[in-house]
């Protein structure tokens, strides 16, 4: 059962570094969300995808970029990482049966430190 | 504007008593969805309930309810009899059920049930 995978689970990148965070998923879901959790926070939400092709940006897509070429895939890409962007980074799926219907299956978390 | 509030950061509840997590949310669109969500310090998220907009009945979910108001927008969240492993953070989550399909975030409530 791997449900959403992410890695890495842990990096540090230097101040203007680039990095990409790899999520996949086996459920076969169209929706696909990259969430920021900051110390003691909510969930930010970065970028979303509702399938293959189609990306948006969400509360918070400053600094960052993603693709969707496959349903099962969904990086997210850090340019010219800043120490802003030191967070915890979720990456979550979901289905939907009827609107506004389908509970988020989240990955364990990639928690990236710039320094 | 899609909008969650979360106004109680921090609540301190005696084991076995019932709490209710407070959730207001705002959104113009007719159709859509409220999740409760629980993360203990380990940083996994958990699912909890779900709530659909036309839903004529609030949701249970074994100890979880949900205190589904829609004149007033609210969604809160009723855990009974409180354990002491109910102690996490709880986000109020709402999925709009338009093309949009983003799903936001509240700030949280710390739980802490005291023995």
């Known amino acids: 059962n791997a449900g959403v995978t992410q890695t890495p689970k842990f990096r540090i990148l230097k101040i203007g570094q680039s990095m990409t965070l790899q999520c996949t998923q086996d459920m076969n879901h169209n929706y696909m969300y990259w969430y920021r959790q900051d110390p003691g926070m909510g969930l930010k939400l970065i970028y979303y995808s509702v399938g293959a092709g189609i990306t948006d940006k969400g509360e918070v897509p400053n600094g960052y970029n993603v693709s969707r070429s496959t349903t099962e895939d969904f990086p997210l890409r850090l340019e010219l990482a800043a120490p802003s962007q030191t967070s915890v980074y979720f990456c979550?799926?979901?289905?939907?049966?009827?609107?506004?219907?389908?509970?988020?299956?989240f990955g364990e978390g990639s928690r990236l430190t710039v320094l | 504007a899609q909008k969650i509030t979360q106004t109680q950061p921090g609540m301190f509840v005696q084991e076995k008593e019932a709490v209710t997590l407070d959730c207001t949310y705002d959104t113009s669109d007719p159709s859509y969805g409220l999740f409760w969500y629980k993360q203990p310090s380990s940083g996994e998220m958990i699912f909890l309930i779900y709530?659909?907009?036309?839903?004529?009945q609030n949701a249970t979910e074994g100890r979880y309810s949900l205190n589904f108001q829609k004149a007033r927008k609210s969604a809160n969240l009723v855990i009974s009899a409180s354990q002491l492993g109910d102690s996490a953070m709880y986000f109020c989550a709402m999925r709009e059920g338009g093309s949009d399909d983003k799903i936001i975030f509240g700030k949280g409530t710390r739980l802490h049930i005291l023995p």
């Open positions: 979550a799926s979901s289905y939907s049966s009827r609107p506004g219907s389908g509970e988020l299956f």
């Open positions: 709530q659909g907009s036309y839903d004529q």
